[in-house]
């Protein structure tokens, strides 16, 4: 069966450090991904998808992520992260022939950003 | 104000009592599913409906049913609700092929 991992479950930075949050995917065929983000109390928000196209993708608020396809990775960056980003983040990853409806999300990673 | 409505946003029931939990989109999507989030295991998907009167199962649909018979709409029924079900449920909408998910605000249930 599909399956998407987030190595991280728990990270704590402080504010202005650099973040990465890994994902990775099982699936060998055509993916679309995505990230999205759910502040405290709040439901999920896109960051960002990919489709296709330029691997390094930008999204809201700073954030990026790069699609390795030969590593089945999807990483989420952001160079320097505010108390605001405080939050969870949810990778998912959906077949890209758009004939199926499995959006699979990986356990999500929740990030601390210290002031 | 393009919107996903979950109704109700909280519910504590007992268990095997049958109890709905209403979904409504206004941006005329084709595409709906339900998620349930528990600690640890992220959201896991229940149902999934491409388009009126089409659904499928997702991870984890044992306990659930869907109907989608008008476009807007995607009720999720809990015909005998059990403590593991005790969740927090979130409804989402998108257009086809699934692209970016519009999430409602989510659906506390706690089952005694």
């Known amino acids: 069966a599909q399956s998407v991992s987030q190595h991280n479950h728990h990270v704590i930075l402080s504010e202005a450090a650099s973040l990465e949050l890994g994902c990775n995917y099982s699936?060998?065929?055509?993916?679309?991904l995505f990230w999205y983000v759910q502040y405290p109390g709040q439901h999920l928000q896109l960051l960002l998808k990919?489709?296709?196209?330029?691997?390094l993708v930008k999204g809201i608020k700073g954030f990026e992520a790069e699609f390795i396809k030969s590593k089945f990775s999807f990483n989420l960056r952001k160079p320097s992260v505010q108390w605001s980003d405080t939050a969870e983040y949810f990778c998912?990853?959906?077949?890209?022939?758009?004939?199926?409806?499995?959006?699979?999300f990986g356990q999500g990673t929740t990030l601390q950003v210290k002031p | 104000e393009a919107q996903v409505t979950q109704n109700p946003r909280y519910l504590i029931t007992v268990t095997g009592k049958k109890l709905t939990v209403t979904c409504s989109q206004n941006?005329?999507?084709?595409?709906m599913s339900w998620y349930r989030q528990d600690p640890g295991l992220g959201l896991r998907q229940i149902y999934y409906?491409?388009?009126?009167?089409?659904?499928d199962k997702g991870d984890v649909p044992e306990g659930y049913k869907v109907s989608r018979k008008e476009k807007r709409n995607f009720p999720l029924i809990l015909e005998s609700p059990s403590p593991n079900q005790t969740s927090l449920y979130f409804c989402a909408s998108s257009f086809v092929p699934p692209g970016e998910l519009f999430f409602g605000e989510g659906s506390r249930l706690t089952v005694l």
């Open positions: 409906s491409m388009n009126v009167e089409v659904t």
């Open positions: 699936y060998g065929g055509t993916v679309n």
């Open positions: 941006m005329n999507h084709e595409y």
């Open positions: 998912a990853v959906i077949h890209g022939s758009g004939n199926t409806g499995k959006l699979i």
């Open positions: 990919y489709f296709s196209g330029d691997p």
